[in-house]
């Protein structure tokens, strides 16, 4: 012990006090299936990475989320209320085109159905008109073309988020705009701090099957030698996490910075 204490104090450890000291852990711990998952895990090249990346598959609206709906034509009769904020029944009001179930679908699903929705009122109001000027019996001419072309526009979203948790400086949930790998993650929550262990963090990803993927991300090869292999391109609900040092860990990082600088780039 007191040769790991002389080899603290001569290597200025990052993790122990400044006395020189490895005598605190950290509070985030990694779970034992987390870190078996971790390192057996590997690479996963066919998953995009920072200079590989895709488009992500189009937004499905949530609750929360805000739309613009609007004509394409500024000089069209057809007005809707103001910005449309998705409602926990998953729906949006349309004033006189009624209430239309938005969650689960993309814009462009969305923006169809309000233009049939808007078709089919504004049909039905030239038919009345029609039938009043002509008295015309009542009869069902639904003209699916009459004042039906609208703009429909995502303008505040409430879920495509990713999180990133454990040992930085601001963890947190931050909105994905499709472009954010694993480093810009980790910079937008502020970098590690300083019991970190950046040789553990892991990339987990919820699947739909109830087994989620755990990625292993190398983060001194990411920021030191260009390694793009695990900057993985961030999806929603992505999590990213990094767990602290414990105290066999700060003692024995310490040991090895202190023989030799190098060896706290290499994996685990």
């Given at each position: 012990m007191i040769l790991a204490i002389l080899v603290v104090s001569l290597a200025g450890c990052r993790t122990a006090s400044k006395l020189g000291l490895p005598v605190s852990h950290g509070n985030h711990g990694l779970l034992k299936g987390a870190d078996q998952a971790r390192r057996l895990a590997g690479n996963a090249p066919r998953l995009p990475t920072?200079?590989?990346?895709?488009?992500?598959?189009?937004h499905r609206i949530e609750a929360g989320d805000v739309l613009v709906v609007e004509p394409s034509d500024f000089n069209c009769p057809v007005r809707?209320?103001?910005?449309?904020?998705?409602q926990q029944d998953g729906t949006i009001d349309l004033g006189s085109y009624g209430r239309l179930q938005v969650v689960g679908k993309t814009i462009e699903d969305i923006q169809g159905e309000i233009q049939l929705a808007v078709a089919r009122v504004e049909s039905d109001k030239r038919q009345r008109t029609t039938r009043l000027a002509s008295h015309r019996p009542d009869h069902d001419d639904f003209d699916p073309a009459v004042d039906a072309d609208v703009s429909v526009r995502l303008v505040s979203r409430e879920g495509g988020a990713y999180y990133v948790m454990g040992d930085v400086n601001a963890p947190g949930a931050y909105s994905l705009n499709g472009h954010e790998t694993v480093l810009d993650a980790l910079i937008a929550a502020g970098g590690l701090c300083s019991r970190a262990n950046d040789r553990k963090i892991i990339l987990t990803r919820p699947c739909h099957d109830g087994q989620p993927l755990i990625l292993p991300v190398r983060y001194q090869q990411i920021v030191q030698l260009g390694e793009v292999s695990t900057n993985y391109q961030l999806l929603p609900g992505d999590r990213i996490y990094v767990p602290s040092l414990t105290l066999w860990e700060d003692i024995k990082q310490t040991l090895h910075l202190a023989g030799d600088g190098e060896t706290a780039t290499k994996r685990d």
């Open positions: 920072e200079l590989a990346k895709v488009a992500l598959p189009s809707f209320p103001s910005d449309q904020t998705v």
